[in-house]
Nanobody
Framework: QEQLVESGGGFVQPGGSLRLSCAAS????????LNWYRQAPGKERAFVAW????????SYVDSVKGRFTISRDNAKNMVYLQMNNLKPEDTAVYYC????????WGQGTQVTVSS
């Protein structure tokens, strides 16, 4: 059974940091690029970051560049999102996703940034 399971969300004050993790199982992890998306209250799900299969090439939405870092460990079937200098507008449910046909999504983890 193919599965992605996110963890690491929580409540943090502005300027704080969180590290999200996504555990993959049921498929050959190293064959796929992976994405992080987020969905803020009342908004559509939006792209946050992408990492290529080799873990070297990455891409970010402009609003998180310089603050977020995506990484992966192919030996552990894990992908991470290090989030620094968090802002209230980063509040959202964060999803790990495998692109393709079919795509695969995790259940999401809530991140709340508030003073």
């Amino acid at each position: 059974q193919e599965q992605l399971v996110e963890s690491g969300g929580g409540f943090v004050q502005p300027g704080g940091s969180l590290r999200l993790s996504c555990a993959a199982s049921g498929f050959t992890f190293s064959w796929y690029a992976l994405n992080w998306y987020r969905q803020a209250p009342g908004k559509e799900r939006a792209f946050v970051a992408w990492i290529e299969r080799d873990g070297v090439t990455t891409s970010y939405v402009d609003s998180v560049k310089g603050r977020f870092t995506i990484s992966r460990d192919n030996a552990k079937n894990m992908v991470y999102l290090q989030m620094n200098n968090l802002k209230p507008e980063d509040t959202a449910v964060y999803y790990c996703a495998r692109p393709g046909a079919p795509s695969l999504w995790g259940q999401g983890t809530q991140v709340t940034v508030s003073s």
